[in-house]
């Protein structure tokens, strides 16, 4: 179990008036689960950075080991798109309903055949299975860029994500996301700091969420036409959402007007599942509009 104690505090520069509150597819259909809950830690300091900011752009993949399909989507995201756009662009893979049962589990499409043993892990989270409800995922696999298009045209195939990518990346920066992560071998407790500064003045509800990745795990995979074998042993997960920080839908920053150069700094404190490989884990942060859920920016770093 990830453990949190966690949350948000206000630091430095707010200004007067701030608030602070805070293709082929295959069909798929999960369960809802409710937010986690958090805690404060007042702890956290930045010390002051001007330096120029960029747009960074988030992809959210939905896929699971049992869609066959899947592993086309993945192979091109992380193989060709990433290295195309460098750390400008945050990937979140997320691993949500029946296509992700395991084997042997209710509800599990586990087809006939695959090997003794095979396909047990869970890389489902009670987070990726609210924003998978939430967005309407109904196919696989399927990208979300930037959350923009809510509610009925946020899901893309494959050969749209490119287009929707560069799109994103003619918007100004809006925001900067600064993340501090201090972690304990011994313990396994990880201190995760957010610092979150407006670039404009602006008048809105704007949500932070911050979640844990786990990348490179080699697990099974079902690959629809993969030679030798459909059922891929070792086959590498990448960027696997593991958890939230703050809520499945995060907490909210302002709510209200806010200043230009408004700054707000959030402290988490949480201890990382003896399961996961710590070297391999990585903090995503992002905010986002609580009315459409677009994403104004993302920053990611890995724990160690």
Same mark, same amino acid.
């Not at 920080?245 to 707000?264: E, H, K, M, P, R």
């Given at each position: %179990?990830?453990?949190?104690?966690?949350?948000?505090?206000?630091?430095?520069?707010?200004?007067?008036?701030?608030?602070?509150?805070? %293709?082929?597819?295959?069909?798929?259909?999960?369960?809802?689960?409710?937010?986690?809950?958090?805690?404060?830690?007042?702890?956290?300091?930045?010390?002051?950075?001007?330096?120029?900011?960029?747009?960074?752009?988030?992809?959210?993949?939905?896929?699971?080991?049992?869609?066959?399909?899947?592993?086309?989507?993945?192979?091109?995201?992380?193989?060709?798109?990433?290295?195309?756009? @460098?750390?400008?662009?945050?990937?979140?893979?997320?691993?949500?309903?029946?296509?992700?049962?395991?084997?042997?589990?209710?509800?599990?499409?586990?087809?006939?055949?695959?090997?003794?043993?095979?396909?047990?892990?869970?890389?489902?989270?009670?987070?990726?299975?609210?924003?998978?409800?939430?967005?309407?995922?109904?196919?696989?696999?399927?990208?979300?860029?930037?959350?923009?298009?809510?509610?009925?045209?946020?899901?893309?195939?494959?050969?749209?994500?490119?287009?929707?990518?560069?799109?994103?990346?003619?918007?100004?920066?809006?925001?900067?996301?600064?993340?501090?992560?201090?972690?304990?071998?011994?313990?396994?407790?990880?201190?995760?700091?957010?610092?979150?500064?407006?670039?404009?003045?602006?008048?809105?509800?704007?949500?932070?969420?911050?979640?844990?990745?786990?990348?490179?795990?080699?697990?099974?995979?079902?690959?629809?036409?993969?030679?030798?074998?459909?059922?891929?042993?070792?086959?590498?997960?990448?960027?696997?959402?593991?958890?939230?920080?703050?809520?499945?839908?995060?907490?909210?920053?302002?709510?209200?007007?806010?200043?230009?150069?408004?700054?707000?700094?959030? @402290?988490?404190?949480?201890?990382?599942?003896?399961?996961?490989?710590?070297?391999?884990?990585?903090?995503?942060?992002?905010?986002?509009?609580?009315?459409?859920?677009?994403?104004?920016?993302?920053?990611?770093?890995?724990?160690?």
């Amino acid at each position: %179990m990830f453990t949190k104690i966690k949350k948000y505090i206000v630091t430095a520069t707010l200004l007067p008036l701030m608030a602070v509150l805070l %293709m082929q597819c295959d069909k798929i259909e999960g369960p809802v689960h409710q937010e986690q809950s958090s805690q404060v830690d007042t702890t956290c300091s930045f010390v002051a950075d001007n330096s120029p900011v960029k747009k960074k752009v988030l992809i959210e993949e939905y896929t699971g080991f049992l869609c066959g399909n899947c592993p086309i989507g993945s192979v091109y995201l992380n193989d060709t798109l990433q290295p195309l756009y @460098g750390d400008s662009l945050v990937v979140i893979s997320v691993h949500a309903g029946s296509f992700s049962i395991p084997c042997g589990t209710t509800g599990s499409v586990c087809p006939p055949g695959v090997p003794s043993g095979s396909f047990q892990t869970d890389f489902k989270s009670p987070t990726g299975q609210d924003w998978f409800s939430l967005f309407g995922v109904n196919w696989y696999p399927v990208g979300i860029v930037d959350r923009i298009g809510y509610p009925n045209a946020m899901l893309s195939a494959k050969t749209q994500w490119k287009t929707k990518i560069n799109n994103e990346f003619t918007r100004a920066p809006e925001a900067r996301i600064r993340i501090q992560n201090t972690y304990d071998e011994a313990t396994r407790k990880l201190r995760t700091c957010v610092e979150t500064k407006f670039l404009n003045a602006g008048t809105d509800t704007l949500k932070l969420q911050v979640v844990l990745l786990e990348d490179s795990v080699p697990d099974w995979q079902l690959w629809y036409n993969h030679v030798p074998d459909e059922y891929v042993n070792g086959y590498m997960h990448r960027h696997i959402l593991r958890t939230d920080l703050n809520g499945s839908f995060g907490t909210t920053l302002v709510s209200g007007t806010y200043a230009a150069d408004s700054t707000i700094v959030s @402290g988490y404190v949480s201890t990382i599942n003896p399961a996961w490989d710590a070297d391999h884990c990585i903090v995503v942060a992002f905010v986002y509009d609580a009315g459409n859920y677009r994403v104004l920016q993302v920053e990611d770093l890995h724990v160690k």
